[in-house]
C-alpha cells in the first residue's frame, strides 16, 4: 500500500475494493443502439436512491434497541412498577455508593503512589496497573456485571497488540478489569477527559482527535513505539474507530495490521435481554449512558479471547483486517457491513460516486459507437 | 400530523395512506414512519438535507442533489407519497410522473434539452465532455422524432419509457 494519506478525508486507504459491494445495477444489460429511452430511463439510480431512503445498512449499525414496552395487565403492570423502584430507589443508590467508596480508594492509594514512589519507577508502574484494574472491577460491579471470560488471558508480551468490536466506551473498562492494557481512545471533553488525562496515562494510553489530518501519521508513530517496548503494558485497539451497536461490525481501519507483529483478536457480546449496552454517541452523553446502565438489572456480557494471528505471506494489512474481523465477527455473532465507521463523521469520498459516472458514461460511450 | 416524535394514531395512518393513494399497506406505513424519526435525528418534523446525506448509499448516488431539492423539507405525509411511486402497486403512471419530476426539478411542467442535459451530466460527471453529452442527446432525440428545440411533456415521457418496462420498485423493510 502506499503511502499514508495526509488528510484524514481521504478514507480509500482503509477501504479494501468497497466499489465490489456497490451494485452495478446502474448498467444495463446491453442491447446494442443507443435509444432516447435509455438516456431518460433514471429509474436504476432512482431506485437505489429511494432504497437507500428507506432503508440502508450503515444507519442500521447505529439503531439502539428501542425500549420494548411491557403487556400492560393488571399483574405485569406493578410488578413493573416494583422493579422500577428497585432499580432506580434500592440498586442505583446501592451502586452510586460502591462506586464512591471505590474512588475514594482509589485516588486514596493512587495519588500517593504516583507522587511519592519515584525512582522505583517498575514497582510504582505495578501498583498503579493493579490499581487501574481494580477500579474497573468497582466500575463493573456497578452494574452488576456479569461477565464470562472464554481463552487464555493476555500476557505480556512485546510484539502484540488486541483488537476488539467496539460497543461502548464500557467495552475498555471490562477488558481493562482482567488486564491493564494501554489503549487508544479518542480525546473526549468533561470529566471523561480528565480520568484519560490523569489516571489512563499512568497505563500508557494513546491519545487521538479523529479531527486533525495529520494525526494519522503520529498516532502510527506512537503505536509502533509501544509495541517495541518490553515494558509497555499490551496495546489494545478498537479498529472499527466507533461505537457500533453490537448486531453489525463496520470495517476495520488497517492501521493495527500493518505493524509487523501479532494481532489477538477478542470478541465481546453483550446481552440485550438486560441492558443494551451501545452508546449511542449522537443521542446520549456518556454520563447518561453509565446512569442508564447503572439503572438496569445487569451488564452481561461473552468476552473471547482468540487465537493470535500473523500476517500471511502475501497479504495485504487490509485483507489481514478483513480476515480478523471476520473471526470477531463470527465468534459474537455480528454481521459484517462494509462501510467505514468513519462515515458517522465525515462524508463518503467522492471517488465512488465518480466510479458510477464512470461505468455509466463508458456504457453510453460505447454503444454510441454502435451503429 | 404534528410533531414527528408523537406516535402515530390509527387516524393518522390512515390520512397518509390515503395521501399516498393506498400505494403503501398500514405496516410499511409504520415502518416508513419508524424510518422517518430515525433520519429526523432532532425531531423537527422534516428531514434535513444534511440527515439525508448522511446516509452513505443516498449520498453517493449521482442524482442526490436532484432529489434533495424535491425530498428536503418534507413532512411525514409527503415523504411517503414521494417514495409511493416506488411502491410494488404503482402504476407505469405513476412512475414515469416521478421521473418527469426529477428531469423537470423546477417545476415547469416541461422538460427542456437544458434539463436533460444537466441529469446526463449529473450521471456521467467528468467521464464525458459538454461535446460528447449534446451529440448524444441530439442525436437520440432526434432518431425518436424531436429535435433540440422540443420541450418533453410527461405524454412524451410515457409514450417513450413505457416500451422500457420500468423496474422501479423498493422493498419497505416490515419488522
Redesign the interface.
Known amino acids: 500500500m502506499g503511502g499514508l494519506d495526509s488528510s484524514s478525508m481521504e478514507t480509500d486507504l482503509d477501504r479494501p475494493n468497497i466499489e465490489e459491494y456497490?451494485t452495478t445495477e446502474?448498467i444495463r444489460e446491453v442491447p446494442k443502439k443507443?435509444?432516447?429511452?435509455?438516456?431518460?430511463?433514471?429509474?436504476?439510480?432512482?431506485?437505489?436512491?429511494?432504497?437507500?431512503?428507506?432503508?440502508?445498512?450503515?444507519?442500521r449499525c447505529f439503531?439502539s434497541n428501542s425500549p420494548e414496552p411491557w403487556n400492560w395487565n393488571i399483574y405485569l403492570f406493578p410488578l413493573w412498577c416494583l422493579g422500577v423502584v428497585v432499580r432506580y430507589g434500592i440498586l442505583f443508590p446501592a451502586r452510586v455508593g460502591v462506586l464512591a467508596l471505590g474512588w475514594i480508594v482509589f485516588f486514596a492509594a493512587f495519588l500517593p503512589v504516583h507522587f511519592l514512589i519515584r525512582g522505583h519507577d517498575k514497582w510504582r508502574r505495578k501498583i498503579e496497573r493493579k490499581l487501574v484494574e481494580m477500579m474497573c472491577s468497582v466500575f463493573v460491579a456497578s452494574w452488576t456485571g456479569v461477565i464470562k471470560y472464554h481463552g487464555p488471558r493476555p500476557s505480556r508480551r512485546p510484539q502484540q497488540v488486541f483488537v476488539a468490536n467496539h460497543t461502548s466506551m464500557i467495552d475498555f473498562i471490562i477488558l481493562e478489569q482482567m488486564t491493564a492494557f494501554a489503549v487508544i481512545m479518542q480525546k473526549h471533553p468533561g470529566w471523561v477527559g480528565f480520568i484519560q488525562k490523569t489516571i489512563l496515562e499512568s497505563v500508557g494510553c494513546i491519545w487521538f482527535n479523529r479531527t486533525e489530518s495529520k494525526d494519522r501519521e503520529v498516532v502510527a508513530t506512537k503505536i509502533r513505539e509501544h509495541t517495541q517496548g518490553v515494558d509497555n503494558n499490551p496495546l489494545l485497539i478498537f479498529p472499527e474507530g466507533t461505537c457500533v451497536n453490537n448486531h453489525y461490525t463496520v470495517m476495520f481501519k488497517k492501521g493495527a495490521f500493518e505493524l509487523g507483529c501479532a494481532v489477538c483478536p477478542v470478541a465481546i457480546k453483550y446481552n440485550k435481554i438486560f441492558v443494551d449496552a451501545f452508546w449511542n454517541s449522537?443521542k446520549q452523553s456518556f454520563t447518561t449512558h453509565l446512569a442508564q446502565l447503572m439503572t438496569s438489572w445487569a451488564v452481561v456480557c461473552d468476552v473471547w479471547y482468540l487465537e493470535p494471528q500473523y500476517i500471511r505471506p502475501g497479504e495485504i494489512p487490509i485483507e489481514f483486517a478483513e480476515r480478523v474481523r471476520d473471526m470477531i465477527s463470527v465468534r459474537a455473532g455480528l454481521k459484517k457491513v462494509p462501510?467505514d465507521g468513519y462515515?458517522?463523521y465525515f462524508?463518503?469520498s467522492?471517488k465512488?460516486?465518480?466510479r458510477?459516472?464512470?461505468i455509466?458514461?463508458?456504457s453510453?460511450?460505447k454503444r454510441?459507437e454502435e451503429k | 400530523m404534528g410533531n414527528a416524535s408523537s406516535m402515530l394514531t390509527q387516524y393518522d395512518i390512515e390520512e397518509v395512506q390515503e395521501h399516498c393513494n393506498y400505494l403503501f399497506s398500514q405496516q410499511e406505513i409504520v415502518a416508513?414512519y419508524n424510518?422517518f424519526c430515525?433520519?429526523d435525528?432532532t425531531a423537527k418534523g422534516f428531514i434535513s438535507s444534511d440527515e439525508?446525506?448522511?446516509?452513505?448509499?443516498?449520498?453517493?448516488?449521482?442524482?442526490?442533489q436532484r432529489?434533495l431539492k424535491m425530498?428536503d423539507g418534507l413532512n411525514f405525509k409527503d415523504f411517503v407519497a414521494f417514495?409511493s411511486a416506488?411502491s410494488p402497486q404503482a402504476t407505469p403512471q405513476q412512475?414515469v410522473e416521478?421521473?418527469f419530476k426529477?428531469?423537470d426539478v423546477d417545476g415547469k411542467g416541461r422538460v427542456t434539452f437544458k434539463d436533460?442535459l444537466e441529469?446526463?451530466r449529473d450521471?456521467?460527471?467528468?467521464?464525458?465532455s459538454e461535446e460528447?453529452r449534446e451529440k448524444?442527446?441530439g442525436?437520440?432525440?432526434e432518431?425518436?422524432g424531436?429535435s433540440r428545440e422540443s420541450s418533453l411533456y410527461v405524454e412524451d415521457?410515457m409514450k417513450?419509457?413505457s416500451?422500457?418496462g420500468?423496474?422501479?420498485?423498493?422493498?419497505?423493510?416490515v419488522d
Not at chain 1, 437505489?48 to 432503508?55: F, K, L, S
Not at chain 2, 446516509?55 to 453517493?60: D, K, R, V
Request: charged content about 20%; cysteine-free.
Open positions: 456497490l446502474t443507443l435509444h432516447l429511452s435509455d438516456l431518460l430511463d433514471i429509474s436504476p439510480t432512482l431506485t437505489e436512491a429511494a432504497g437507500a431512503i428507506v432503508d440502508d445498512s450503515f444507519t439503531k449522537k462501510w462515515l458517522k462524508r463518503p467522492p465512488l460516486t465518480e458510477k459516472q464512470q455509466f458514461a463508458e453510453v460511450l454510441l | 416508513l424510518r430515525q433520519l435525528r439525508f446525506l448522511s446516509i452513505p448509499e443516498f449520498s453517493l448516488n449521482p442524482l442526490s432529489l425530498v417514495l416506488f412512475k416521478l421521473i426529477v428531469y436533460l441529469v446526463l450521471l456521467t460527471g467528468s467521464f464525458m460528447q448524444v442527446l442525436q437520440v432525440l432518431e425518436a424531436y415521457f417513450v419509457l416500451k422500457a420500468l423496474k422501479m420498485e423498493v422493498e419497505v423493510p
